[in-house]
């Protein structure tokens, strides 16, 4: 019974197991992303969120700053 302990604490079986184990866990997550049609269109609206921006700069196009409302007074 200890065999099977022996043979996974060897460090060169179990680089193989935990290979193994974080492909099966990956590959069931994206199973899990795409399979649901509604999270897989949410997942895909959302690539291209970090080129959004919020809010568009308009004093950035004539080459000034934002003004602080503490910068006024």
Known sequence: MTDWLL????????????LLL????FCAILVYLYTGRK???RLESY???PLQDD???LN???GGEKENE????
């Open 22 to 25: 974080f492909f099966t866990t």
């Open 55 to 57: 809010e568009p700069d």
């Open 47 to 49: 690539k291209y969120m």
């Open 60 to 62: 950035a196009e004539h």
């Open 7 to 18: 043979w996974f604490t060897r460090f060169e079986n179990s680089k193989v197991v935990a």
């Open 39 to 41: 999270r897989a269109e």
């Open 70 to 73: 503490s910068d006024k007074n």
